[in-house]
């Protein structure tokens, strides 16, 4: 009896952790810190709303995800970073632990919500990630919503990119000013994670350049047995430390917490690494970890208590 109250105690956990992006501290955050904790709260309150309602991990982390994005203070959907020709080229991913099955969408305009095409992908297709043009016939197929380029340039990107190309030296290329990356992770009631990640990727990239957020294993991973994962940072080296994997396989590999693996992967085994390292994750118990090494990663997460917790610095 205590057995079977233990165990449908664990299955009633539900969790949903978000962030916004791993970076500099910049006077715009400042500036905007309200605003920043308010879209933070906004998107807790969405996916939460739907885990409450006994709603799947994959639409909790979605409708965070989709809130941030259509939220023009951060760099996903609306907000996008700007690439070297003045352009915005998205990049989006979601996971689903339960299934392991994912979607993908890169170099991606004109769809207001990146993260409901890759969840199409996943859900419509054989398909992980679909690039460009074809991306948009897809959307356009499965009659999402498109918007005019202009919708989803900001006056603050424009700035950003506008800086950027001031100070541009051969090297930049390589490693971009980022900031206001998204990305989710979620606990359902019947024990599903799911994780999703989108972003306008690194201002003044290369146009054609895609970053961890639309790569599943590095900005973006799920899988029930071990956590579902959501990174963020410079992705040149998320990508090449898989990073996102990584944390999924310290669970399975290991004996560590969800926060000391989280913690061991971004300050011990990628020191060495040159650049902001985010990730915030959560496993099938509830339990929420968030590690970074940059100077800031807004962030914020609503357990299963109904505890909250929203902090920008
Ligand atoms: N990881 C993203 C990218 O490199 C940027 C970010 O997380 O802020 O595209």
Redo the contacts with the bound molecule.
């Keep these: 009896m205590l057995l079977l109250k233990k165990t449908m105690n664990s299955m009633r956990k539900i969790a949903i952790a978000i962030h916004v992006?791993?970076?500099p501290d910049k006077e715009f955050i400042r500036q905007h810190v309200v605003e920043y904790e308010n879209g933070l709260r906004a998107a807790l309150q969405e996916a939460y709303s739907i885990l409450k309602r006994d709603g799947s991990a994959l639409n909790a982390a979605e409708a965070a995800v989709k809130s941030l994005e259509d939220n023009p203070l951060f760099?996903a959907g609306r907000g996008a970073a700007l690439n070297h020709s003045g352009e915005v080229e998205m990049?989006a991913a979601m996971m689903c632990g339960t299934r392991l099955k994912a979607g993908a969408v890169a170099l991606l305009r004109q769809v207001r919500n990146p993260i409901s095409l890759a969840r199409n992908i996943m859900e419509h297709t054989n398909h992980v990630l679909v690039a460009g043009q074809n991306a948009i016939e897809f959307a356009r197929s499965m009659e999402m919503v498109l918007e005019p380029d202009a919708y989803f340039i900001t006056e603050h990107q424009v700035d950003e990119y506008l800086i950027a190309r001031k100070k541009e030296t051969p090297a930049d290329l390589l490693m971009k000013p980022?900031?206001?990356?998204v990305g989710a992770v979620a606990l359902d009631v019947g024990g599903g994670l799911a994780a999703a990640t989108s972003?306008g990727?690194?201002v003044n990239c290369l146009p054609g350049r895609i970053?961890?957020?639309a790569l599943i294993g590095c900005?973006c991973y799920a899988d029930n047995r071990t956590c579902a994962a959501a990174?963020?940072?410079?992705?040149?080296w998320?990508m090449t430390r898989a990073i996102a994997h990584s944390l999924s396989s310290l669970m399975e590999h290991t004996d560590q917490s969800l926060k000391e693996a989280s913690e061991y992967l971004i300050h011990t085994k990628n020191k060495d690494v040159k650049g902001d390292l985010?990730i915030i994750s959560v496993n099938t118990k509830g339990e929420i970890a968030v590690s970074f090494n940059s100077k800031i990663m807004p962030h914020g997460w609503i357990n299963s208590d109904g505890d909250w917790h929203v902090q920008v610095y």
């Design positions: 992006g791993a970076g760099n990049d980022k900031a206001g990356t972003t990727g690194t970053g961890d957020s900005g990174a963020t940072g410079d992705g040149e998320l985010g």
